[in-house]
Structure formats: C-alpha cells, structure tokens
C-alpha cells in the first residue's frame, strides 16, 4: 500500500478542525485507511542519514497515511482531506468540467509517426489561473512521484510533463528523433546537452538513472517541441529547464506520454482533478486536443462520468446488513459516488466520478457501502447453512505419506514452484519443446522462468547446495507441479507429486525400491499386473540407461524412479551416484 505523508497541521487546517491522534486514527479506519506512523521531518532524516545531517530539519508533525494502491485520488493532501470532508458530509463531492477554452483557439499536440517506435500515446490538458503557495507546489511535484511510482510503473507505462504555459507557444508537436538530433538544457542545468549526453550525465543521478534503460536503447527518443521549436520534455527522462513551474506560474500546461493508453487518461484526470480546486474557476479543466498521425483528433482530458444500477437486495445480502434503500444511497454518497434511487427504490443507481477509474463492477460499489457502514458495524452471524469442515481427499493422503515417509529415514524439503527452463529441461537431459511446461511471461531473473513440472530438478538442487554434508543423504518432497493440459479451462493443471532421492558412494537403487515398497502397502495396492501396481522396464534420459522402471498402478503409468544419469548428476555439480523415485499421488485416490 502507497504511505502519503502530510503535515498535521495543514491537515486540520483543511478539515476545519483540530483531532487528537486516537480520534484522527479512528477517522481513518473509518473510511478505510490507516495511519501508520506520526513522525517529523528531523526524525525521518536521523533514521536514513544520522542526526549530524539532521541538524536544521523541520519538526513539523507528519501524518504517514497508508491508502489502498487503487486510490490514485487520495495521494495527496487535497484529495485525501477532499474525500474525507465528503464522508464527513462536510462538502459535496465536486462537479469537474473539461471546456473549451473561453477565449482563442483550443491548443493542440501533435503526434508524428515516429513516436510509434518508442512511446505512441499522449494527452494533454490546461490549468488556467492556479494559485501556487509553496505547500501546493510541493504537492503537486509529490503527486506525480507518486504516481510514477504506482500506476505509471516507474514511468516505464506512462511519463508526465508540466509546463509553465506562459512561457511556450502552440500548438504542440510530440515526436521521436535520434538521441544525438536532440538538444536542449534540461530541467536545472545551465547549458545544453545531446540526448546522448543526457544518458551519460544522469547515470549517476540517483532519481534519474533507473529511468535511463526505458528508452536508451530505442533507435530513437521522444521529443515534445512547441512552435517555436523550445523543448518540453524528453519522457521518461525530463523536462526543459525552459518551461519549469515556479511560484509565480499561473498556467499549466499538463503533458502524458505513454504505452498504455487507458493509464495515461486516468493519469492525466486524477492530476487536474486534484489541482483544479486551486484554479480561478475550481474544478474547471481547459481542454487540449491530440492530433494522432492517422489523423484522428481527441479531446482530452476525458474526465468521464458513468452510471451503474444494483439492486439494494443484492448489495445487503452481499454485506450481510438490512439497510433502506435511503440509507444504501446516503451511504455512497458519503464515498463520492452520487447515488440515487430508481426502480420503485429497488435499485440505486451511482454515479462513478473520473476521480475512481478502480470502480468497474458491481462488488466494487458493494465495497464502498460496506466501509460507510463500517465493518465493525455488521452483526455477527451464523451462516444461514450447515456444513461440515474436512480436508480434501488429496491434503489428508499426503499429510500422512509425509509422516511414514519420514519414518522411513527420509527428510522433507520444500522447493521453489518456480525454476528455469534449464533446470527441467537441459540438466535432466530433455528438450524444453517436449514439456508442457507453463511459461512466466515476463520472468524477473533467469531462476524462474517457469512453473515446474516435476519435483525431481529441485531436491537435486538441494543436494547439490548440501553435498558437503555428512552421507547418506535421503531427501523427499510431497508437493504440486503444474504442465499444459487442454482438461482444464484454464490451460494448466496442479497434479500433487512425491519424490525421493537417495544419495551416497552408492546409489542405493535398493533403498528407493524399499520406500517405494513401503508406500504400496500403507496405500493398500497389492503387487498385481491385475489390480496392483508392478514395474516395467523403462527408458528416460535423466535415468542410467537399463537402470530404470516404470511404475504401473491399475494399467496406468503413475511414476518412474531409477539411478540417476552421470551427465544429470553432473550438472547439478554432485560427485556421487543418486537414486531417484517421482510419482504422481493423485492416481491413489
């Protein structure tokens, strides 16, 4: 969850009174936040740098507030105080309007086709007639760090750009050129640099640097220029020192660039809709419109307005209260969504402003009732049904494998679910063509790449990270692996595995083959072609050729154990033979 942090008394100030700690904590679990800490500026500074560094600070009291990672409009103190000021019923949620504007030409940015390369989208929108104090600067730079961090994805989803208006001339042009064509002074520098230059010069900066690899590969980089060729910005990486807001900015011109479309324009409304309550006209947004280079001309920001209609029986069966239709409406209206009834009172229909782009379905309005009620508020109940808890048939089989198998001198581990394709695929002598393996799309390290497939690869590798241990070693796990399978709407499906290794100057292919044993008699399946279980004589490549069998239960093949191949053990850097038993438990039941 984000933690938004604002000075206690700017806070009062804005809520029109002054709480205690208890009932301002108490106000906060009332509408569905926490307040995690009450701290200064001094302490935060001696915690991080030590208190010689601290000298000077402020000890202004400040509220560390933790709000959900959907509730982009409380991230900052006048969206926070704003919707807490409407569940108090102390003000009504605001109307906010996108117009033309009142005099002149609508501005317009351009998107040339090169941009499609690097980063295709933008929108755009004005600020007319702000009135900046030093504390509503500081918010408005802190908002967009924040949502840079959260929805924008550290900029790499969507980059935004504030401008001094007062200072360019449209319209706009958004392109993208190659990083040694560009060249401009960037934001707080004293003379011009390249593109180029630019990646060189902030790789060591600690804010800009992780921002650096979004577009220094790219053949080219996005470029903003107004008319008169003055640069904007360079998204992701920074704005033109030329147009940067000061106190005595009094026109805003607001920029998104991105990847994703949908996250700029919820981006872009959750900014204006903050900020406007500071314009000449509060809550009234200048429109820009986006020329795209197909032609197709917007107008943003959007700051959309839409309707849901539930019925007030489903949301307090959902809750498990008994509210009035009435009291359902007032109970939304306090969470900023204007309700009202309609259907004979069956239904209520709300109103999701642009400040909520998280309210999809239903149960997300459902949700909002149910912190306006108050959690602590719904009545304790028996269900209205009468069951009997137990395991599943599959938990309480393997619970009980788990303790005879141990009892048979093995020890438990318990592996990663995640591995690398090398590590069910090269290491065990496979090609990763042949298994229905089920891939991470977008894997963080070289580790996990995909959902393992069988339990084998990893206990190998715990032996390997334990072989200076004392011999033998006996390890087992009992856990689930997932494969590809058209059975399953999903495409995959968990299958619940055992495995054990023995390890030693010897295989022990007689120790494996006893537990297996072992297992066959605690389950009851008799030593039977017919209607039992027996071995069959097999070929698997991470097993020693001609050393290998194949476990038959009820006709059906459920498992494999052998000794392990030289190269496999190899591999996975252990020096003396191993003998290995996998199977699958689910047949057994």
């Not at 494998?401 to 141990?406: A, E, G, K, N, Y």
Request: hydrophobic share 40%; charged share 25%; glycine share 4%.
């Amino acid at each position: 969850m984000p933690t938004v942090g604002v000075k206690r008394d700017l806070l009062f100030e804005a809520l029109g009174r002054v709480y205690s700690e208890e009932e301002f904590e108490e106000l906060c679990f009332d509408y569905g936040l926490e307040l995690d800490e009450v701290t200064s500026e001094k302490t935060m500074l001696e915690k991080e740098q030590g208190s010689e560094k601290a000298e000077g600070a402020s000890d202004v009291i400040i509220y560390k507030i933790d709000v959900p990672a959907n509730r982009y409009d409380l991230l900052c103190i006048e969206g926070l105080t704003r919707a807490l000021l409407v569940f108090l019923r102390k003000l009504e949620a605001p109307r906010y309007k996108s117009i033309p504007p009142a005099e002149g030409k609508m501005h317009k940015l351009v998107i040339q086709p090169a941009t499609a390369q690097v980063r295709p989208f933008a929108v755009a929108a004005i600020l007319r007639n702000v009135a900046f104090t030093q504390e509503r600067y500081n918010s408005f730079i802190d908002l967009q760090d924040k949502l840079h961090q959260n929805i924008c994805r550290k900029r790499s989803l969507v980059a935004i750009g504030t401008h001094d208006l007062d200072t360019i001339q449209g319209p706009f042009r958004y392109n993208a050129e190659p990083p040694n064509e560009i060249k401009f002074k960037p934001l707080n520098q004293t003379k011009e640099y390249t593109a180029a230059e630019q990646m060189e010069l902030y790789s060591g900066d600690s804010h800009l640097k992780a921002y650096l690899p979004i577009i220094r590969d790219k053949p080219v980089y996005p470029i903003i220029y107004d008319s008169n060729n003055v640069v904007l910005s360079m998204p992701p990486i920074i704005n033109g020192d030329h147009t940067k807001i000061k106190l005595s900015t009094t026109n805003v011109f607001i920029e998104c660039t991105a990847t994703d479309l949908n996250k700029a324009t919820i981006v872009l409304d959750t900014l204006v809709t903050m900020f406007s309550q500071y314009c000449a006209e509060p809550y009234i947004i200048e429109q820009v419109e986006v020329v795209y280079p197909d032609g197709k001309s917007l107008v943003y920001p959007e700051l959309k307005y839409w309707h849901q209609e539930i019925p007030v029986e489903l949301i307090n069966k959902r809750i498990g209260i008994q509210e009035s239709p009435e009291k359902v409406a007032e109970l939304l209206t306090k969470m900023c969504l204007t309700s009202e009834l309609v259907k004979s009172n069956k239904m209520v229909k709300v109103e999701i402003p642009p400040t909520r782009p998280h309210v999809i379905h239903a149960c997300d309005v459902i949700e909002d009732v149910a912190v306006a009620h108050g959690f602590n508020n719904i009545t304790e109940r028996f269900p209205p049904v009468s069951t009997i808890g137990n395991q599943y048939p599959v938990n309480k089989l393997t619970d009980l494998l788990r303790i005879d198998v141990s009892a048979a001198g093995f020890t438990e581990v318990l592996t990663f679910a995640l591995c690398s394709r090398e590590d069910v695929a090269d290491k065990m002598r496979h090609k990763i063509e042949d298994i229905p393996a089920v891939h991470i799309a977008n894997p963080k390290t070289a580790e996990f790449q995909i959902a393992r497939t069988a339990l084998l690869p990893g206990v190998l590798k715990t032996l390997s990270c334990n072989r200076k241990m004392p011999l033998p070693m006996k390890l087992f796990e009992i856990s689930d692996i997932v494969f590809q399978t058209n059975e399953k709407d999903v495409g995959s499906k968990n299958e619940r595995h055992l495995c054990a290794v023995h390890y030693n100057k010897s295989p022990g292919f007689e120790v494996i083959h006893g537990l297996l044993d072992r297992i066959m008699q605690l389950l009851q399946v008799p030593f039977s072609k017919e209607d039992g279980y027996y071995l069959k004589a097999s070929e698997d490549p991470t097993f020693f050729e001609g050393r290998c069998a194949e476990l038959v239960v009820y006709g059906k093949a459920v498992g494999t154990f052998g000794v392990i191949h030289p190269e496999v053990l190899s591999k996975f850097e252990l020096p003396n033979p191993c003998a290995a038993l996998e199977m699958n438990l689910e047949a057994f039941l």
